[in-house]
């Protein structure tokens, strides 16, 4: 999360994304890369390479292309879907996450009409490949959890306000064993981010260093 919140060209791109969000009915995507030849100068540093996608009004969601040279993926949420990850992303960083050429410092980001930005990073990968293998590897399995789980247990849903599917999101983190972090951003300057934890059935901000 340092090199992430000190890239100057990355947080510019999350950046993009929110407005993407709060402008468009589709969603825009960026998969991201390590740079071969990284900048690091002042207000200049860039640590990485990304390929844009889009959706379209016709194809709202972004189809993309990737190789297991993969460091990130950041996406939009445009306005009517949720104020957090939602059960496609979990879904689509497990299958990422089944090549052992990707990396466990992989990231998955998201940014929101709601207003919201986070990040979800690798704690236990084995923990999170079961937790994919049970829920997210088919398609019976997906929709149960989408429809049991995210949406009726923990209550994760569009038209919630944030605080709400963030205490959710975070709660199934910790119950189902996801073997993710989630960090959040403190403001869509995407300077700086606080991991956020289940503890006393509350979500617990931690100041990221």
Request: with cysteine.
């Amino acid at each position: 999360m340092s090199v992430l919140k000190n890239d100057d060209v990355f947080k510019q791109t999350m950046i993009n994304l929110k407005n993407a969000a709060m402008q468009w009915s589709f969603e825009k995507l960026n998969t991201v890369y390590d740079d071969p030849d990284p900048n690091s100068l002042p207000s200049q540093t860039d640590n990485y390479n990304y390929n844009p996608f889009s959706g379209s009004i016709g194809s709202p969601f972004a189809e993309y292309s990737w190789n297991t040279g993969i460091k990130g993926v950041i996406h939009s949420h445009f306005n009517g879907h949720l104020s957090i990850f939602s059960p496609q992303d979990l879904k689509d960083m497990y299958q990422k996450m089944l090549y052992t050429q990707v990396t466990d410092d992989f990231f998955y980001g998201v940014v929101t009409h709601s207003g919201t930005g986070y990040i979800l990073q690798i704690k236990d990968r084995n923990a999170f490949i079961q937790f994919g293998n049970k829920y997210l590897a088919d398609d019976y399995d997906f929709s149960q959890f989408e429809i049991d789980n995210f949406n009726e247990k923990y209550k994760i849903k569009t038209g919630n306000p944030v605080s709400l599917n963030e205490l959710g999101f975070v709660k199934m983190m910790d119950k189902l064993n996801v073997g993710l972090n989630v960090y959040k951003a403190t403001d869509l300057t995407f300077s700086d981010y606080q991991k956020l934890d289940y503890v006393n059935s509350q979500v617990k901000p931690s100041n990221c260093n």
